[in-house]
């Protein structure tokens, strides 16, 4: 009896379990996975900032670096649109040459702009694909909302945005090479 009894209780947490992570999944919205791949080049002129009415939110930075790159579907590997990954409040992490920082990333899409922002760590890549000397990532909480912007079939869009990647700092701060997989729950 004990065992039918678990087996029952087994198959019903199951069933909830995934009865919710698919309720979950659909009220979400959209999952958008995207790269941004290339070398950019630094430019502090607010232009992204500026064009979109975040002023206040440069301001707030401190100001901030955007390395200007291409955004490519991560299904299809087919350039989509742009980005720029825009570095503020960068600073030195423990003894390990990583760096802690404020990412604001800008996603234009042929259909709308979508903005996050997060806390960034960028580590010294130990093994792995050559070309590239650090790993980066971020992971907010999916309850958290870290999307400043969107317009167009982005207005009103809230959700998290997750980063993982790998960068080459090698000529930075005149360069960076990015190869950097966001996921976006929106």
Known sequence: MKSINRTNIFFMILVTLLSASGASAAGI?????VILEGTGTPDTSGE?????GLEDELAELGGATCFDIDLIDAKTGNVIGSGADCLSRITPSSDDNGMLLTATTFFYFPGGTLVSQGLVTVQPKIDGLEGFTHVTGAAPSPSKNNVIYGDRKFKDAAGSVRLSGLVNLGNFPSSIIFDCVFVIDI
């Open 48 to 52: 992204h900032f500026n064009q979109l």
């Open 29 to 33: 919205g959209k999952n958008i996975v």
